[in-house]
């Protein structure tokens, strides 16, 4: 188990949540802690209650009970505008671009919630300096870019509000493996940055590989967590995520 830091250095601490869709329970009573500057990954099969975790930390999804803190604050009920500017941004599955909008307008529309011009512009700077891509489509309609590049488009319309913590879902998706490794090279610099990272990947070997912990979630429950380190060499992960030969 995770030794309890103060509430003013835990990014997340998720105390036995629960959701449900009508009859069927997505997420049973599920805690978690996520420590400032951390990468955290978490590891499930398809239908595991990974994605409706993150949207119920972003808001997007109703609670059925549970709490969930951020950095000693109450966010369990905060509408999901409010939980952004409070900097907890979530880079959801599947990239959700504006695919008939500009590069540009597609990052401009992640700094919404920031009121200053000045800087909304510093962002845009940064983002393009860390996606040295972007400039260069700065203009090109964002539907039209590789799987790669709207996934950098994804990342740094997220970094636009400049996130304490950043909620990652799927960002390996569908990509070729030599893009995966950029993009977990991208995940690695980001939490160097200083910006904690919630994971959510199929790509197992990888994200335990970065993450400094991990949560395993079946079927709605935490099964399994421990240092990255730790569960890479498990048997059970080993044979589960990362097949038997690993």
Request: net charge neutral; charged share 25%; hydrophobic share 40%.
């Amino acid at each position: 188990m995770r030794t309890n830091l103060p509430a003013e250095k835990t990014a997340l601490k998720i105390e036995e949540l629960s959701v449900s869709y009508g009859r069927i329970e997505a997420l049973k009573k599920v805690s978690m802690t996520i420590n400032d500057g951390e990468i955290v990954a978490l590891l499930g099969a398809n239908g595991a209650g990974k994605s409706s975790l993150l949207r119920s930390i972003s808001g997007v999804t109703e609670k059925s009970s549970g709490h969930i803190f951020s950095y000693g604050m109450d966010i369990t009920n905060m509408p999901a505008e409010k939980i952004v500017s409070n900097g907890i941004v979530h880079a959801p599955e599947g990239r959700q671009i504006f695919p008939d909008l500009t590069v540009e307008e597609n990052l401009l529309i992640g700094g919404y919630s920031v009121k200053s011009k000045t800087a909304v512009k510093a962002r845009l700077s940064e983002a393009y300096d860390r996606f040295p891509i972007l400039p260069k489509r700065a203009k090109q309609v964002a539907g039209t870019l590789s799987g790669g590049e709207q996934q950098m488009l994804a990342i740094g319309r997220a970094l636009m509000a400049s996130p304490k913590v950043l909620l990652l879902d799927e960002p390996s998706l569908g990509l070729a493996p030599l893009i995966v490794k950029e993009i977990f090279e991208i995940v690695k610099s980001l939490n160097a940055s200083g910006t904690t990272v919630l994971l959510v990947e199929q790509n197992a070997k990888q994200s335990l590989k970065i993450a400094h912990y991990a949560y395993v979630l079946e079927v709605g429950s935490i099964s399994m967590e421990g240092t990255g380190e730790e569960l890479i060499k498990d048997e059970r992960i080993i044979e589960a995520y990362l097949g038997s030969k690993a």
